[in-house]
C-alpha cells in the first residue's frame, strides 16, 4: 500500500491551505503543466479532453438555439479597437500589441485579441443590409490573450480558451431576450452537465463589461466560500453598431441600427469543476464531461480468465459509456489511488471470486459507495449509476452553497464581521450608490456578485449607508 498511499498524501489537504491543494491537483492529475512563457500552461491530455467534452456539450445547446460557428482573425488593428472608447478603456491594461512583422516595423500596432467585439462588428458592418440579413447568430471557439500580472491554472492565465458568441438583431427586445437565453443556456450546462448550481443575476454598472449597457451573470461557489464568475452575457444596446456605422434598411424602408450581444465561457469553468467537487484525493469529474466514465479494474489479473473478462465487460459498456480497462502491472490499489486522483465517475473490479458469482463491484468516486452488480445487467446499471454520481455531486453542492449563504439586515459593522468570519455568499439589500459599493469592497473586502433576477426582501435600507434600497445583491470575496 506504500506507493498509493504516498500518491494521495501528495496533494495538501484542502482545509490545511486550500490554494495548494487545488495546485497539487491540477498537476498531480495531470491536468496541465506549466510551459516556457509565463502565465501560459500546457494544457494536458486529461485537462484537454475534459474541456472538448465541455465543448462538445455546449455547442450542441448552442447549436439547437440557431447559432452558427466562424472564425475571426486573432489580430485586431488598434484603429480598430479604439472605435468604441468604453471597451478600449477597459481592456487596454490586459492588451498584448504586435509591433514588428519579422524584422520590419508595423505602420499599426496589433492587438492580439483579448475579445472579438470589434473584429465582428467590422465584419457586421460588410454584411449587414436589410432586416432579411437578421438576426446574425455567430458563435467561436478560439484563444484569447490577456496580459495578466498574476496568474494560476484556469483560473487566470495569459492565454486561455473559450467560446465567444456575437449576435446582431433586429430590435432591442429581441437582442435582451438573445442576452437572457444564453445565460440560461450556461445556467441549464452547468447544472444539467457539471452538477454546479448557480446563481443567476445581473452585474452592477461597476462589475459590468466593457461597452456594455448591461451584463448578466453566473455565479458559482466553490469549497472554500470563494465566488467563481461561470460565465457572462451581455447586452450592448447599439452602441457598437453606431460606432462601427452599421446600418440597415427595416421593414417600414427607413434606415436603422441593430442591437448586438455578446456572451462567453472559458476553460475557467475547470477550475470551477475542480474547486466545486474536488476532496482530498484528488479530483471527482461529473459524469456528462468526465473523459472515462468508468474504469474496469482487473483484480488478481495474473489467474486465468480475469482480462479475458475484464476486456469481454469493457467491449459490452462501450455502448452506454466512455470505459477503459487498466491491465497494467501496478497493483489494485495503485490504480485505486490514480482514478479517484483523476476523477473517474465510476470503477469497476472484477476478479476471479466476482467471475465465480457473476458479479462484479462497482464503487462510486463522489461517495466511495460499493455497489454488487450482476453481469447480465451492467448495461442498465451503469447509466443509472451514472445520473446518480451527477445527482449526488449536484445536491452536495447545493446543500455546500445553502450553508454558506447568509443574509446581513443590519448595517455595515455586522456586514464586515460576517465577511470576515464566515466565508460564502452574503445577501443584503443596496442603495444602488457606486459610493456605497466601494466601501464594502474597501471595508469588508467583499465585491457584488450579481443582483439576483430572483429578488428576496432582506431590508429596506442599504448594509453600507442606511439609505432605502433599491435591490437585494450577493456580496463576497472571488476569483
Given amino acids: 500500500m506504500g506507493q498509493e498511499k504516498k500518491l494521495v498524501e501528495a496533494i495538501t489537504p484542502m482545509d490545511q491551505d486550500f490554494a495548494q491543494w487545488y495546485t497539487d491537483v491540477v498537476k498531480k492529475a495531470e491536468l496541465v503543466d506549466y510551459s516556457g512563457v509565463r502565465g501560459c500552461m500546457v494544457l494536458r491530455p486529461l485537462g484537454y479532453a475534459i474541456w472538448e467534452n465541455i465543448q462538445k456539450g455546449l ?3 448552442f ?9 475571426m482573425p486573432m489580430f485586431i488593428p488598434e484603429s480598430l479597437l479604439q472605435k468604441e472608447k468604453d471597451h478600449v478603456e477597459g481592456f487596454a491594461p490586459e492588451v498584448a500589441w504586435v509591433t514588428h512583422g519579422g524584422e520590419e516595423e508595423l505602420t499599426e500596432r496589433l492587438c492580439v485579441r483579448p475579445t472579438s467585439e470589434t473584429v465582428f462588428c467590422d465584419h457586421y458592418a ?28 484556469f483560473l487566470r492565465t495569459m492565454e486561455f480558451l473559450w467560446q465567444e458568441g456575437h449576435t446582431m438583431h433586429e430590435t432591442a427586445e429581441e437582442a435582451i431576450e438573445e442576452t437572457e437565453r444564453m445565460l440560461n443556456v450556461y445556467a441549464d450546462f452547468c447544472e444539467e452537465e457539471l452538477a454546479i448550481p448557480v446563481i443567476k443575476g445581473q452585474k452592477t454598472d461597476k462589475e459590468k463589461f466593457a461597452g456594455a449597457e448591461a451584463t448578466y451573470t453566473i455565479e458559482a461557489l466553490m469549497h472554500d466560500g470563494k465566488a467563481l464568475q461561470s460565465g457572462t452575457s451581455h447586452y450592448f444596446g447599439d452602441g457598437f453598431a453606431r460606432a462601427f456605422g452599421i446600418t440597415f434598411t427595416g421593414r417600414d424602408n427607413t434606415l436603422q441600427t441593430p442591437y448586438e450581444t455578446s456572451w462567453g465561457m472559458s476553460t475557467r469553468i475547470i477550475g470551477a469543476i475542480i474547486m466545486t467537487h474536488g476532496d482530498d484525493s484528488g479530483l471527482v469529474l461529473p459524469p456528462a464531461i468526465a473523459p472515462t466514465q468508468v474504469i474496469i479494474v482487473p483484480i488478481a489479473q495474473h489467474k486465468p480468465g480475469v482480462l479475458d473478462k475484464a476486456a469481454q465487460l469493457e467491449e459490452r459498456l462501450q455502448t452506454v459509456c466512455r470505459v477503459k480497462t487498466d491491465a497494467s502491472e501496478q497493483s489494485p490499489g495503485w490504480k485505486f489511488a490514480e482514478y479517484e486522483m483523476k476523477g473517474v465517475p465510476l470503477r469497476l473490479e472484477i476478479g476471479p471470486k466476482d467471475i465465480e458469482k457473476d458479479q462484479c463491484v462497482v464503487v462510486r468516486r463522489d461517495n466511495r459507495e460499493k455497489i454488487f452488480v450482476p453481469l447480465s445487467e451492467l448495461e442498465q446499471r451503469i447509466p443509472e449509476l451514472l445520473k446518480a454520481v451527477h445527482d449526488g455531486m449536484y445536491q452536495k453542492a447545493l446543500d455546500r452553497r445553502e450553508s454558506m449563504t447568509y443574509s446581513v439586515a443590519g448595517g ?5 464581521e460576517a465577511a470576515a468570519t464566515r466565508p460564502g455568499f452574503i445577501k443584503a439589500a443596496w442603495c444602488g450608490d457606486l459610493a456605497c459599493e466601494e466601501a464594502l469592497k474597501e471595508k469588508a473586502g467583499v465585491t457584488s456578485r450579481c443582483m439576483p433576477f430572483e429578488q428576496e426582501h432582506i431590508s429596506d435600507t442599504c448594509v453600507c449607508c442606511g439609505k432605502p434600497a433599491k435591490k437585494t445583491v450577493i456580496w463576497g470575496k472571488a476569483y
Avoid at 64 to 71: C, F, I, L, Q, R
Fill in 59 to 61: 455547442d450542441a445547446r
Fill in 126 to 153: 460588410r454584411v449587414i443590409h436589410s432586416y432579411r440579413d437578421l438576426p446574425k447568430l455567430y458563435n467561436q471557439w478560439c484563444s484569447v490573450v490577456r496580459w495578466e500580472k498574476t496568474t494560476r491554472p
Fill in 412 to 416: 455595515m459593522d455586522e456586514m464586515i
Fill in 63 to 71: 447549436k439547437a438555439t440557431g447559432h452558427e460557428n466562424v472564425y
